[in-house]
């Protein structure tokens, strides 16, 4: 699920901070303001410039446009219920890849694992060095019914015009797998050799939870007690606009992701006629728990990644941005409470609850003799699955209500370290590809087929160099999902750096 979406509307509407309605006195803030007027004068905002692309390779773009195209012509749709799958369409897509892709499968060896999804190995010259992974999925998720008439083009030609190729799996991820193959095959028809062997993984289920495909490559690879020095999987996007005013753009690499987990509330209590309804309902009662978790929602916090995240961007701010995003040790409380009030960046900075589900009652003369609500907590890393049914029980505080968790809770991922070669040289292979460009480490709020390899590395980095703006948020799993030619050529030469970055000693 690489809700890119999320993470676009995640940074944009931060706009200008009202710091002139804040609550301290106006002796406090003579002085306070005294202060950092002179602390932040000495930071001049840079000027913002748009991101280019630095080429390196000889690509023919007619060649791998072309193969794009054709990529997403496979309808390879993932759906939760197996039977209704057309498996036809991922073995023409397997077969395409063979066809297309020569070079890489005469020097790679390739492994099909959970029938569908693809684990190439690429043998290194130096079996002392860790290897490496990159990984991705060909799956897509459905076009709604109905909703193929509404794209501008239809959604699995794979058209190419005015300067993009539209279709179902553009961002999401057949651009990620298709740019990793042709750097794959660019690499090896010239004769490199790394030093340090890669594996690449190209999954068929990710959409559907990835239990067939990457967990199986995980638990295949853990057999063979590898330890993987490094992991790159999709993720976060080179977002553009990130904040009002600030168009600086920022590649965010996704170092954790958080957790899940659905609590279901149930409350019974005795039916009856509803011409004698009783004081107490299980409508009131269920709703009563429902509020009383949205009053007091769990604990945000401005500290750690989220700091990590906005620090590059200060320079670039808005003057009383600045003020603020400086001076965290002042402002806190009001950065936090700017932030929580979109659900975007309320979501990067504690766990969330969605009421999803509640059901009760079903003819309007009868009362309810039981009803259920369904909330689907995203856990952020500061919590864990233990701390939000804690939490979930503390608010609701009725010992009537039965607290269950239900199937697939999850904690949130480790963070991996920025400190780590692998990161950095992540950021370096992000810097030299594209000019202006800043980097940072970002929570991504989705999940993705990475999580299945926790127990391989700590250096998970979930990143995908899809230049992404506001107008493109609601592209990915939804209409009209497209990639400019520019920036997928861009994709390329990122993948063929990274290979050759981490190809030896970190
Ligand atoms: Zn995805």
Not at 262 to 285: A, F
Not at 341 to 357: D, M, V
Not at 434 to 450: G, K, T
Not at 468 to 486: K, L, N, P, T, Y
Request: aromatic share 10%; net charge negative; hydrophobic share 35%.
């Amino acid at each position: 699920m690489h809700l890119l979406s999320i993470y676009i509307e995640y940074y944009f509407n931060f706009t200008t901070l009202h710091l002139l309605h804040m609550k301290y006195s106006h002796c406090v803030w003579f002085i306070v303001v005294s202060i950092l007027v002179s602390s932040c004068a000495s930071t001049k905002k840079p000027s913002q410039k748009h991101a280019g692309s630095i080429h390196s390779y000889d690509l023919s773009e007619e060649g791998v446009i072309k193969r794009l195209s054709k990529s997403i012509r496979h309808e390879t749709v993932s759906l939760e219920d197996t039977s209704e799958i057309n498996y036809k369409a991922y073995e023409d897509f397997i077969d395409f890849l063979e066809v297309e892709y020569p070079s890489i499968h005469d020097n790679i060896e390739r492994e099909r694992i959970g029938q569908y999804s693809l684990l190439y190995k690429w043998e290194g010259s130096n079996s002392g060095l860790k290897p490496a992974m990159m990984i991705g999925h060909y799956d897509v998720v459905p076009v709604k019914y109905g909703d193929d008439t509404l794209w501008q083009y239809p959604p699995f030609s794979g058209e190419v015009e005015d300067g993009f190729v539209w279709g179902r799996g553009a961002l999401d991820d057949k651009s990620g797998v298709m740019s990793t193959m042709e750097a794959l095959e660019y690499l090896t028809e010239q004769g490199f050799q790394p030093e340090r062997t890669f594996y690449i993984a190209l999954h068929h289920d990710e959409e559907v939870g990835g239990v067939r495909g990457a967990q199986q490559i995980a638990e295949h690879l853990k057999e063979q007690d590898i330890e993987l020095a490094y992991l790159v999987d999709e993720g976060l996007p080179i977002a553009e606009e990130i904040l009002e005013n600030v168009e600086v753009p920022l590649a965010m690499i996704g170092v954790a992701s958080k957790g899940s987990i659905n609590i279901e509330l149930r409350y019974t209590q005795d039916g009856g006629h509803s011409s004698m309804p009783t004081r107490s309902s299980v409508i009131g009662t269920l709703s009563r728990a429902v509020n009383r978790i949205e009053r007091k929602p769990m604990k945000a916090s401005y500290r750690g990644l989220i700091v990590d995240t906005f620090e590059p961007l200060i320079p670039y701010m808005t003057y009383t941005q600045r003020l603020a995003f400086n001076n965290t040790w002042l402002f806190r409380g009001i950065i936090k409470s700017k932030l929580s009030k979109n659900p975007a960046t309320n979501a990067a900075l504690r766990t969330t609850a969605a009421k999803t589900i509640f059901e009760a009652g079903f003819k309007e003369n009868v009362l309810p003799v039981e009803g259920r609500v369904i909330i689907n907590f995203r856990i952020h890393p500061n919590d864990n699955v233990e701390d939000v049914v804690a939490y979930v029980r503390d608010r609701i505080n009725n010992d009537n209500i039965e607290v269950r968790v239900l199937d697939r809770a999850r904690n949130p991922s480790p963070v991996s370290s920025t400190g780590a070669a692998p990161y950095q040289m992540l950021k370096k292979t992000i810097e030299e590809s594209f000019s202006q460009v800043l980097v940072s480490p970002s929570l991504f709020i989705a999940a993705s087929d990475a999580r299945h390899f926790h127990d391989l590395t700590s250096n998970i980095y979930r990143f995908r160099p899809i230049r992404a703006r506001h107008e493109d948020r609601s592209r990915v799993h939804g209409i009209d999902e497209r990639i400019s030619v520019d920036n997928y050529m861009e994709m390329i030469e990122f993948q063929i750096r990274l290979i050759k970055n981490g190809a030896s000693e970190l």
